[in-house]
């Protein structure tokens, strides 16, 4: 059965810290992994990566796909309170539907 | 340009009742979705259309049904409300297939008592 696996659960951190947030998959059919991040209404998009490698960076958001260990991890450095959200990590493995994790709660404190 | 819009924004239910949630894209998608999201939960895959006519079930389909009889509207109908279907609906859509991600609406917060 496929499944995406997030990782902590959850997450508290002081303004400042830098976090790291895991993704691992398990899909018979990998084409894409997006992250997103979700406040109090819908998930917005953040990055979709499809190759091994290769760095995505929107400020101090940064992601990376692992293909051949079949994770990604999200890092956000110098986190500010408005990082404070849930981050899902959704695997597309065709079939027209994404896999979603259960998210990681991050709590950034001033 | 008004994206994926969701209405009613929350809804309480009492068992058995019967309500249409409804979702509208501007954006001439032709793959649109309707998830559930429950609490300490990934969102779980309900309903989808690959285009007007065309809709398949998804992960948990029991207890809803859909139509797409536009390309802008896709509807999601519960009947015979039960307190097992409490959760955050989500409408999302998307250009393609799905390799470039969704968008999704505000979502709906229904309750059932």
């Known amino acids: 059965e496929d499944k995406v696996v997030q990782s902590p659960l959850s997450l508290v951190v002081h303004e400042g810290d830098t976090v790291t947030l895991n993704c691992s998959y398990e899909?018979?059919?990998?084409?894409?992994l997006l992250w997103y991040k979700q406040e109090k209404k819908a998930p917005t998009f953040l990055f979709m990566l499809?190759?091994?490698?290769i760095e995505k960076k929107s400020g101090r958001l940064s992601s990376i796909l692992d293909k051949k260990e079949l994770f990604s991890i999200l890092n956000i450095t110098a986190t500010q309170t408005g990082d404070s959200a849930v981050y899902l990590c959704?695997?597309?493995?065709?079939?027209?539907?994404?896999?979603f994790g259960t998210g990681t709660r991050l709590k950034v404190l001033a | 340009n008004a994206g994926v819009t969701q209405t009613p924004k929350f809804r309480i239910l009492k068992i058995g009742q019967s309500m249409t949630l409804q979702c509208t894209q501007d954006?001439?998608?032709?793959?649109m979705y309707w998830y559930r999201q429950d609490p300490g939960m990934g969102l779980k895959l309900i309903y989808y259309?690959?285009?007007?006519?065309?809709?398949d079930k998804g992960e948990v389909p029991n207890g809803y049904n859909v139509s797409r009889s536009t390309t802008e509207d896709f509807p999601l109908r519960l009947e015979l409300a039960a307190p097992s279907q409490t959760s955050v609906y989500f409408c999302?859509?998307?250009?393609?297939?799905?390799?470039?991600?969704?968008?999704f609406g505000s979502g709906t917060r229904l309750t059932v008592v």
């Open positions: 999302a859509s998307s250009y393609l297939s799905g390799d470039y991600g969704y968008t």
């Open positions: 899909v018979t059919n990998f084409r894409s």
């Open positions: 954006m001439n998608h032709n793959y």
């Open positions: 499809t190759s091994s490698g």
């Open positions: 959704a695997v597309y493995s065709g079939t027209y539907k994404y896999i």
């Open positions: 259309s690959v285009g007007a006519g065309i809709t």
